[in-house]
């Protein structure tokens, strides 16, 4: 066990990519260790990354063996998957916010203009033969112009919504944004609160979920916040799907055809990510629905495996990670 | 007849937004004159603004009889539909190059990261049940990041290649572009002639076609051109379908998957855009298709037919009006 921390990561996948972390820790991949190596590690476990979602094989009975655990590095932009609730409490989580902003928001943009532009809509009608010369002028009304004339609201201005606001602004939409932090951009106006929010809403002709899932934000989405959306607006979600209230969601495409809802992101049920869902979304022509991709072509550039491993390196320096999460939000 | 010279436009429906044109010239409606009254007008007519394509109304032999007319304000920003071997040499044509260029500049980025993206294919892949876990690693490997990884290829810099290539910056992609003008921004490098042409090709992620349809540029992007381009590039069409050649590009498409052919224009027959095509195109996956739609959104702002009747009033007042074709090259 030597003198440095042990440090467990949960795959070991993206073995070579971590080598500088040796520096400060010794480096064990939880998918080579069977059972019994993995039973006598724990007691000295200090941290742990976890790539992707929590494994199967850390256990609550095994959390509880770890004494020594003081950090959690989470690989994903999310911290919504760590099980907060089995955790001692000199545990810190950090999440890697940021790493995946750049992918993440050009995705939401792609997925903005696909249901604005009718982009999908229309391919779908090119392609069953549906599209008549007759419903030209009908389509051609939707395609609305961005530059100058809409406005795109942000729900959550961390590194994400920042970065879709930056697209935002190039496209000419106005900005807003709904956020508990201030925001240092002097075109973008922010709410807070639940009255901000269904300010936001009501102003936005397309509005991107950019909020991390806790409890402050599972189904805040919900029939009141629906009703509050001009009638033809586009709702994206890169976040996570637990932040909509399907039922509602469901209903408001029903009931409002000019609507659409794009996303990338679908509920999580045993540890996977279903890509379906318990209503017919999928049937309907004002869904648009992705499975979960947005975050990979950032990942497959390192970026985040990077930003990850060097926050890690911060607290194994000694020095204050970024992006601790506050546990009380999450249990 | 009075005094003022004569204006025919081709459609009433617009009627009102042209009633500052009446300072300089007495205003006809083609759609409101019987065949006895457009026979009688034919004479004196002295300009002509067409809203959309060229009116079959408007025969060769009617033409031949408006023996007064010098000046044509194309509607549309291409000016391909105008008869130009029926018209005398002193008939100058504008083309309303600009006026469109904001929504079809958006339209064009927005098919671009549809298919960059894999937004269609994937919503296509979820709506039909096909999307399986096991092809999660394989498509989130074809989601590329588009900043500082990608190149942009912009065919023609005119005002619509200027929006797109502005559009293209903010997303962090590198820009070159194929025009007979040399460049006024720094960022952006030409390339002119058929080897440059290549160039571009060879060297783009995605290519966005915004040239003019002439005889210069009619079936320009054939067999040696598909072959010049990365086996998965992003062809975008927002110009003239009859830029591409069909058969080469059908060919292409089902010898590499992985490139996208996204597309707003189609052929015209008989003076009527076909929203069709003798190949079976809409029934590939690596094919997106919308029913020219793109300039819609720009139509409606009522942008594109101030800035037509803007340029056929500096006509009426004796100045030189903007966007002047050259008929030799659509001859």
Request: proline share 5%; no cysteine.
């Amino acid at each position: 066990m030597g003198e440095k921390p042990n440090l467990l990561v949960t795959s070991s996948h993206v073995k070579g990519r971590f080598d500088e972390l040796t520096t400060y820790t010794k480096v064990y991949w939880l998918d080579e260790l069977d059972d019994k190596g993995l039973d006598r590690l724990l007691p000295s476990i200090d941290s742990i990354l976890v790539q992707t979602l929590w494994p199967d094989s850390l256990t609550p009975e095994r959390i509880s063996k770890m004494a020594r655990l003081r950090f959690i590095q989470s690989g994903w932009a999310g911290a919504n998957h760590i099980p907060f609730k089995h955790l001692g409490k000199r545990v810190m989580v950090s999440s890697n916010a940021g790493g995946f902003s750049v992918g993440v928001a050009e995705f939401a943009i792609s997925l903005l203009l696909a249901a604005a532009k009718r982009v999908v809509r229309l391919d779908n009608a090119m392609r069953s033969g549906e599209f008549g010369q007759a419903d030209w002028e009908r389509f051609a009304r939707e395609v609305v112009q961005l530059r100058g004339r809409t406005t795109l609201g942000i729900l959550g201005y961390g590194g994400i919504g920042r970065a879709v606001g930056s697209l935002g602004r190039a496209l000419g939409m106005n900005l807003i944004a709904f956020s508990r932090h201030p925001s240092t951009e002097s075109d973008v106006r922010m709410f807070h609160g639940g009255e901000g929010l269904l300010r936001v809403l009501a102003k936005s002709d397309a509005i991107v979920i950019a909020l991390p899932l806790s409890k402050l934000t599972v189904g805040l989405i919900g029939p009141k916040e629906f009703a509050a959306m001009k009638s033809d607006a586009v709702l994206v979600n890169v976040a996570r799907a637990e932040i909509v209230d399907e039922e509602a969601l469901y209903k408001h495409l029903l009931k409002h055809p000019r609507f659409t809802y794009a996303t990338d992101v679908w509920q999580i049920k045993r540890g996977k990510e279903t890509y379906t869902s318990k209503f017919p979304l999928v049937k309907l022509p004002n869904f648009i629905g992705t499975p979960h991709v947005a975050g990979g072509s950032s990942a497959l550039t390192g970026d985040p495996g990077k930003m990850a491993a060097e926050n890690l390196m911060r607290y194994l320096r000694g020095e204050a990670p970024q992006n601790v999460v506050d546990p009380s939000e999450y249990i």
